[in-house]
């Protein structure tokens, strides 16, 4: 009854997700034993009516103190075994292998092609963006859409999720950084907006630039903003079209990756030390 996830809700029956304009029925046992679905509209080209939804967050979930973590390697590397579905075409296979790749430039986290691991992350076209939060055991579904999703934020989005990290905007610590306009929400998607009030933030800040963190309209009802920074309501929120160097620097924490990271954005490059 604890875990309450930002884009997953905590359910005890099928739940109708909505994605484009399609719904459909998804139940799912989540690696902390609760029954619920995770699922993003990623991409503005994944709307309800014109309205772009896009999901980004990124704190740790709870279940990582409970064994949703990927298990360590005694090389220090965390390998976790991937499938990639015949569904996609050779480029955007690559695109996806690019994104999983991408993880092992920064972090001590290595995507693998799946041999005899029982556990791993199986990713397949399905209708809309959306994983797991965590390692749930056995091959856990991670959709990445042909239709919307195979975008390198949105790959490594989802694979964030699959490594135990939630949405930004539901940081225990949220209130401080950002206004929730429920008000402006699609009925019956306020859950979206909960807060996490013991995710466990590894003494990272805030980020509005998080790949994790959601955009000012998602699931607007009205084309009104659901969420407004504070103070400054002018900030931008929700445009990450890669990992913040925040966002690396979280899964080295809650990995324990041991490496002196040079992380380059396009802005400033960075030294973090984990
Ligand atoms: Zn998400």
């Known amino acids: 009854p604890t875990l309450m996830l930002v884009c997953c809700s905590l359910l005890h029956s099928s739940y109708v997700v909505h994605y484009g304009f399609h719904e459909a029925k998804l139940n799912f046992i989540d690696p902390c034993g609760k029954t619920w679905v995770c699922k993003d509209e990623n991409d503005p080209k994944v709307m309800f009516g014109d309205i772009a939804v896009y999901t980004g967050l990124q704190s740790a979930d709870p279940c990582t103190a409970r ?25 955007e296979r690559n695109t996806i292998v690019q994104g999983l790749r991408s993880f092992s430039r920064s972090t001590c986290i290595r995507f693998t092609p799946r041999r005899r691991q029982r556990d791993f992350v199986d990713i397949q076209s399905r209708s809309g963006c959306f994983s797991f939060v965590g390692r749930r055991g056995n091959g ?25 990290f939630n949405h930004e ?47 000012r309209f998602a699931f607007s009802s009205n084309r009104q903003p659901t969420i407004v920074p504070v103070p400054n309501p002018n900030v931008a929120i929700g445009r990450a079209n890669q990992m913040s160097p925040t966002d690396i620097l979280r899964v080295n924490r809650l990995y324990a990756c041991s490496t002196v990271l040079f992380v380059l954005s396009h802005k400033h490059s960075y030294v973090l030390v984990s």
């Open 67 to 91: 064994g949703c973590l990927w298990p360590k390697s005694s090389d220090g590397n965390v390998y976790v075994a991937y499938r990639i579905s015949n569904q996609y075409s050779q480029r």
């Open 140 to 164: 856990q579904v991670v959709s990445l859409s042909r239709r919307g999703c195979v975008f390198q934020s949105v790959i490594q989005h989802e694979l964030l999720h699959a490594l135990g």
């Open 169 to 215: 905007q539901t940081r225990s610590d949220r209130d401080q950084h950002v206004r929730i306009l429920l008000q402006n929400v699609i009925r019956g998607q306020e859950h979206n907006f909960r807060r996490i009030r013991n995710s466990r933030n590894l003494g990272t800040p805030y980020d509005y630039n998080s790949v994790m963190h959601y955009g």
